[in-house]
């Protein structure tokens, strides 16, 4: 896009708006001016164009700033970009109530494993994953089961971007993905602490990952509860993908067009974007 | 992606061209910009440029400028044939917070709560999956969640639950259900086995909002359920709330149903924001 053509003066406005999104508790319009280094007059200028745009509202009960409500309409658009998620929802609830843990849904994208929905168990909630969460592919179990039904040029294209960007040791990556190959799931589980996470690729006709399934809980560490709970994730990939079968095309990942090493996402460690 | 400490700087106490003179100032042009993305939509995901100015009502130059803001930002990207637009992921950081329900399971919880404080009754949250109905979620009569749920596939012709379920899907859904399910099985003496019958209960569940039950799956109980549904009239699932019929008798449901409709109402709010998943009839249940 030709500089000409942008508007440059919107800039910082979107500075700010990241800042109410991305902030751990919500911040005033002094705290924004001051994080932003930007004039208090111009802050204020901001916010209210941000409110007017339905982007933020003033805290009920104080004067900071938090999303608003309408900017749920957005990411309810974005996940519907990921048609698997829909086709996949009910079976994420039966798994759930099967296996009693939380069950996930994540898709690939860029070189994150991203998940798109979250089904909570009735077990106690150890890590809920929430929706919209993201880790590189290999720092779950769910982005190894993702990348190990990859391309191999990919899963190359991937052992190096990771080796660039120093996060992680490649022949272990490597051992995880021929794991995963060879068991046709991924599971990561820490035995002391009886947490884990066991995901299951659901594929297209080609066999490459669209997406994967899993069950993460504090169940999965005691191995005699893993082959119910793989049947139940397995029996739900296998109808996913007779879903899939009627339509690839609509379930085809709407980024795949885009360089993965291209593809930073919000909050992601700094290492990571310079990737 | 920009950080928000990129260190960009807007023009120290000047006004934008755009600024309004008097009241609250805001950015014009931003307002604009801003205000633009809300056109990418679950419906319409993608657009062209002039379909993009079309949408607005400004013109080609100004949508360019807008779509070009928004690419810059990363919150739209070009499609695989790069002449379209479409929803870009820097749209996840609103979800950073991460607060919000995002499962409409989880959502129904904690109506399903306070449902149970108002009947004294079992409250029960079920899906539909292919051609039936799976409860997978309730709350005791003592207002303690389930600890295990009944599994049982429950074909959507047989109790209030799959009923609530059957009349929000689309009559040739119906249509399609009653042929591949003829003869529709019978689990009770009451259960609704003539198509015709099923026909003029989906027509009175329409009307009411809600279904009742029949005995027609569980003998002795009085049974009441609600649809659960997405923004346009899609069932996510069905709550039902009952009891033995000695305690919760007729009388008491129907009473009660006014209030019950109430929170209700309520949660469909909060759920017409999440999307119901398809429902594939001819899918066998897992």
């Known amino acids: ?275 | 992606m920009k950080k928000a400490s990129s260190g960009r700087r807007a023009p120290a106490g000047k006004a934008d061209k755009g600024t309004q003179a008097v009241g609250l100032p805001v950015n014009k042009s931003s307002l604009l910009i801003l205000k633009s993305l809300y056109s990418f939509t679950s419906e319409q995901p993608s657009f062209g440029v002039s379909e993009f100015a079309a949408k607005l009502g400004i013109t080609k130059n100004m949508a360019f400028r807008a779509l070009g803001t928004l690419l810059d930002e990363g919150f739209v990207v070009r499609d695989a044939t790069a002449k379209r637009y479409e929803l870009g992921y820097r749209v996840l950081m609103f979800m950073h917070a991460g607060s919000e329900e995002t499962d409409v399971r989880a959502l129904c919880v904690k109506y399903m709560h306070i449902l149970q404080e108002i009947s004294r009754e079992s409250v029960v949250f079920s899906i539909p999956m292919g051609p039936n109905l799976i409860t997978i979620d309730g709350v005791e009569p003592k207002g303690k969640r389930f600890l295990r749920v009944n599994w049982v596939p429950v074909p959507l012709h047989a109790s209030p639950g799959s009923r609530a379920i059957l009349s929000c899907l689309h009559d040739d859904e119906i249509e399609e259900y009653i042929r591949l399910s003829v003869p529709l099985k019978r689990f009770t003496p009451t259960t609704i086995v003539d198509p015709e019958k099923l026909r003029a209960e989906v027509r009175l569940v329409r009307r009411k909002g809600y279904a009742i039950g029949y005995e027609d799956r569980v003998v002795g109980s009085n049974f009441v359920s609600f649809p659960v549904l997405d923004e346009s009239g899609r069932p996510h699932g069905a709550i039902t709330i009952g009891g033995p019929k000695e305690r919760f008798t007729k009388e008491k449901m129907f009473a009660l149903i006014p209030q019950l409709a109430d929170v209700m109402a309520e949660l469909n709010r909060e759920a017409s924001l999440l999307d119901a998943s398809p429902i594939f009839i001819s899918q066998q249940t897992m």
Not at chain 1, 28 to 39: F, T
Not at chain 1, 63 to 87: C, D, E, H, M, P
Not at chain 1, 146 to 174: C, H, M, N
Not at chain 1, 235 to 247: C, K, S, T, Y
Request: hydrophobic share 45%.
């Open chain 1, 1 to 275: 896009m030709p500089a000409a053509t942008r508007n440059e003066s919107s800039h910082w406005i979107f500075d700010i708006l990241e800042l109410v999104a991305t902030s751990s508790a919500p911040p005033s319009a002094i705290e924004i001016a001051d994080r932003l280094k930007l004039p208090i007059t111009t802050t204020h200028r901001g916010i209210h164009t941000l409110e007017q745009a339905g982007y933020i509202a003033q805290h009920p009960m104080s004067s900071r700033y938090v999303l608003a409500n309408s900017t749920k309409r957005l990411t309810k658009a974005l996940l519907a970009r990921f048609a698997i998620r829909g086709a996949s929802l009910h079976f994420l609830r039966y798994v759930a109530g099967a296996s009693q843990e939380t069950t996930t849904l994540c898709v690939p994208l860029g070189w994150y494993a991203l998940t798109v929905a979250t089904v909570l168990g009735i077990n106690e909630v150890v890590d809920p994953a929430p929706v919209g969460s993201h880790v590189a592919l290999h720092e779950s179990a769910s982005g190894v089961a993702l990348l190990a039904f990859s391309p191999k040029a990919k899963i190359e294209r991937y052992l190096a971007w990771v080796q660039k960007s120093k996060l992680g040791k490649p022949r272990a990556i490597q051992a995880a993905v021929a794991e995963a190959q060879g068991q046709g799931y991924a599971l990561a589980a820490a035995e002391s602490e009886m947490v884990g996470e066991l995901a299951v690729p659901i594929r297209n006709v080609e066999g490459e990952a669209l997406a994967s399934i899993a069950i993460r809980g504090r169940s999965l560490g005691t191995k005699s509860n893993r082959p119910k709970m793989l049947a139940a994730a397995v029996a739900a990939a296998r109808r996913i993908e007779g879903v899939i079968q009627l339509d690839p095309a609509r379930f085809k990942n709407p980024y795949d067009h885009l360089p993965p090493e291209q593809i930073q996402l919000p909050g992601a460690p700094a290492a990571i974007q310079r990737g």
